[in-house]
């Protein structure tokens, strides 16, 4: 187990920070990185659907998920899971090439987490090489409501800054240079729906892997340099 790298992912609330921390595991450590987020976006994204055929169920699947997410729904399980499919095998076939997964935009519902943990599971090269790693960052809902009223996010890449004091006078997107703007969800409102489905979604797949005695959980209310020290020390990160 000991030798076995490391596929993290995190889990909490929205605004607690996680796609911060998995950018300075990739920075820092140099871990492969698969973004779910990025993979549903690039399939549908007028590009992707132009070279597609229309009557195909690609083009369906795309036109499909494109709607979903324009009204702020969650993805259907199937098709998260089916997009992971590539990226992961193009990994784990050759574990000699990375340190490890950073897993972006993963297990946000319990499916999707009993897929996931299978697969690392039960497939041959997964099972002998690798080991899942969720960290929930635990943010209070008071926490959440201060840091999502003041985010904002890139129009180009979608990258959120983080309503945090470190981001305060970031005035473009440190990923691509990009302009920065407030989310249209990011209400009163919003926060609140959001918040519900932590509770309907995301609590069931904290208690499924914590009854599996592997969730590693870290206080989200520190410092981007703290949360991410505890985060090294928790997951023993240092010599990998």
Known sequence: MANKKPVIFFLSKSGAGKDTQADLLIEKLGLSYINTGDLLRGFTSDEHLSILDKFSVDYYEACGIRSIIDKGKFIPTISVVSHWRNALLDIVREPTKTKGIIFVGVARKLGEALALHDFFETWPD???????????????????????????????????????????????????????????????????????????????????????????????????DDVHKDVIKALHLRNI
């Open 126 to 224: 997964a099972k002998a090489n690798f080991r899942i790693m969720p960290v929930y960052m635990k943010v209070s809902d008071k926490e959440v409501k201060k840091r999502l009223l003041v985010r904002l996010q890139c129009v180009g890449c979608k990258t959120i800054a983080p309503g945090l004091p470190e981001y305060k006078l970031i005035e473009e997107c440190k990923r691509c240079g990009g302009k920065l703007i407030k989310r249209k969800d990011d209400t009163p409102s919003g926060i609140v729906s959001r918040l519900g489905e932590f509770k309907e979604y995301v609590i069931p797949v904290l208690k499924y892997f914590q009854e599996k005695d592997i969730l590693i959980t870290i206080n989200g209310e520190q410092s981007i």
